[in-house]
Every structure is written in C-alpha cells, then in structure tokens.
C-alpha cells in the first residue's frame, strides 16, 4: 500500500506565500513516481493544480497556477512540496496530494490517480 500524508496548510492573507507538503511511505511506495496536486473549493470539483514525475525530470502546472506555484521534491525524504507564492483568495481550498505511477506524460485528471492523501486546507483572506 502506499499512504500520502499532507501537511502545512494554514491562513494566509493575499500576496502572501504558503508551502504544503506530502510525504509519500508504504511497503508499495515504490511503485508510484508521479505525485500530483489537486484543490477542492468548496461547492466545485476538485482540480489539478501540479504534478512532477519523483526524477523531477518533469513538471505540470495549471495555468490558474503558473509562474506563482512551484512544485519540487526531496527524494531523501520522500516528500514532494508545492510552494504557493503570491497567493489569491481564490486559491482557498482543500489541497490534496496524489500518487500513481508515469506513464510517459505527466496527467492531469484526478482519476488517473490511484492514491490520494486526506488534504490540508489552505486559506487566503483577502
């Protein structure tokens, strides 16, 4: 099994930055190399934020995103974090992160991963 743990989720104000992470363990975690990001707002569906293959060879990022997230990885420990820089009131929501194993592209559906941690809720007031 592979288990996804988030963390470092919190209340922010806008402009301000905020950094989550996932560690990713199990007896299986060898058995996925690309992690993804996902949010869900309240009354929406959940959407991609960013992924990265554990190489770190490759990155995604949802155009809402670009040029304000960066999503890296510690393979020392197992940890991919999203670093989330000039952050908008409209990134408030339930940041999931998400595992499976990389196919040649990194994907941007959540069905296309098979592990999913609890989330951490990120807040920005305005």
């Known amino acids: 099994q592979v288990q996804l743990v988030e963390s470092g989720g919190g209340l922010v104000q806008a402009g301000g930055s905020l950094r989550v992470s996932c560690v990713v363990s199990g007896r299986s975690f060898r058995t996925v190399n690309m992690v993804g990001w996902f949010r869900q707002a309240p009354g929406k569906e959940r959407e991609f934020v960013a992924a990265?293959?554990?190489?770190?060879?490759?990155?995604k990022y949802a155009d809402a995103v670009k040029g304000r997230f960066t999503i890296n990885r510690d393979n020392a420990s197992n940890t991919v974090h999203l670093q989330m820089n000039s952050l908008k009131p409209e990134d408030t929501a339930v940041y999931y992160c998400a595992a499976d194993w990389f196919r040649g592209r990194l994907v941007d559906v959540a069905t296309d991963y098979s592990y999913w941690g609890q989330g951490t809720q990120v807040t920005v007031s305005s």
């Open positions: 990265i293959t554990w190489s770190g060879s490759s990155t």
